[in-house]
């Protein structure tokens, strides 16, 4: 009788042995946690809140070209802040995609540098392709659209919207709701852009509009040049960037724009009761919607806060306040489906016939040469 008690005594001891964690000589070692320049997410940080108190030892954070006017990037900053107490720097609010490419070169290793940025689509592959931008996945980036994204995390959308038409119904008799009416004579002097398509991702946006509205396609953005080069030709097309400023002063009454921006002027105007009955059309005819896209710079010089920073304006707190001002947060549908997104600010949206495409990545670099190639050349030279 001793021999069967000892044996059971032994697989007793071998089950338990297996079902515990591995000891010494056999366990898999757990991978220490990557110091913040070099973590793909939070987790290879150490977690959440081993990656906030490492953002907080730094304290600071470095943006470019975010104007607190844009897709409530005031609320974001502010909010940020206050839950972080993280001092957030805007260098050249005003400034363009472009720019923002040009300072992760020009201060890589002068602490100058933005530790993230908000770039439209070319610009993020761009800065992709060059090697500026560091691996990092956020905690919902599953739940990104794979189209939404780039499969290595370097770059991935955060928000979007239309290009639109505003107008300055005070100003301007009958408002144009489409490309085709910007082509009438009563509009000469009144058509203007937000930037120079090759540096500014709205611009950039609004000729692909123009495009697709023109015979062109996600392939072939020149009939959009050739359909400003018409206007500057008939004297409707002005060389004036429109801000909120210029369409204030009456210098551009009708601007090609995001719908989310053109929108919150609009609200903007109301507040400070300036005499601007601005109005907001998407035009059938050249219906472009397009995101922005976030990514980290890979020799950011508050690396925690860069991924920290990433990670909040992914979170419902940051998708929600996007959605405020218009702009759609690319995370809309999975937060529809878990009950996170604000509803009440959902409905303000615009209605929108159906489900927009985007263009590849082969295709907007194409068109974003033809537009460097041929704007000036054709247009504003």
């Known amino acids: 009788m001793p021999a069967p008690r000892l044996r059971t005594a032994f697989v007793a001891a071998f089950l338990a042995l297996a079902a515990a964690p591995l000891g010494a000589c056999g366990e898999k070692p757990v991978a220490p ?8 997410s939070a987790a290879d940080a150490g977690g959440m809140a081993a990656l906030t108190a490492a953002a907080k030892k730094e304290g600071a954070l470095n943006t470019i070209a975010l104007p607190r006017d844009w897709a409530n990037y005031g609320a974001l ?13 805007v260098e050249n609010p005003e400034g363009t995609s472009q720019d923002e ?38 905690a919902d980036f599953d739940r990104i659209p794979e189209e939404q994204k780039d499969r290595r995390a370097r770059w991935y959308n955060n928000y979007g919207g239309y290009v639109s038409i505003g107008c300055d119904a005070t100003r301007v008799k009958t408002c144009p709701s489409t490309f085709a009416d ?18 500014s991702g709205s611009a950039f946006a609004g000729v692909y509009a123009a495009a697709l509205a023109n015979g062109g396609s996600f392939d072939n953005i020149q009939p959009g040049i050739d359909f400003f080069a018409e206007l500057k030709k008939n004297g409707n097309f002005i060389p004036v960037e429109s801000s909120p400023d210029t369409i204030a002063k009456g210098q551009t009454p009708i601007s090609i724009d ?10 903007q105007f109301r507040e400070k009761g300036l005499d601007v009955d601005w109005r907001t059309a998407i035009p059938f005819d050249g219906s472009f919607a397009e995101y922005y896209a976030n990514g980290v710079n890979k020799d950011a010089p508050h690396p925690a806060a860069a991924r920290l920073w990433q990670e909040y304006v992914f979170s419902p ?8 001002a218009y702009a759609r947060p690319v995370l809309m549908e999975a ?47």
């Open 33 to 40: 946690p990557r110091a913040p320049a070099e973590a793909t």
């Open 101 to 138: 490419i040009n300072a992760l070169k020009e201060h890589r290793r002068d602490g100058r540098a933005p530790d993230v940025i908000d770039v439209g689509g070319s610009f993020a592959q761009s800065a992709a392709r060059q090697g500026l931008l560091a691996p990092y996945e956020v």
């Open 258 to 267: 995001w719908d989310f921006l053109n929108l919150g002027y609009a609200d």
């Open 77 to 89: 900053i502010d909010g940020f802040e206050k839950k972080y107490g993280i001092k957030v720097s």
């Open 317 to 324: 707190e940051g998708q929600n306040l996007r959605l405020g």
């Open 182 to 199: 910007l082509r009438k004579p009563e509009y000469k002097g009144q058509v203007s852009l937000n930037g120079d398509p090759t540096k």
């Open 335 to 381: 937060m529809k489906e878990d009950g996170t997104l604000d509803e009440a600010a959902a409905e303000n949206l615009p209605t929108v016939e159906g489900t927009p495409t985007f263009p590849t990545e082969a295709e907007r670099e194409k068109a974003r040469e033809t537009v460097n190639r041929n704007w000036s050349k054709d247009v504003s030279g």
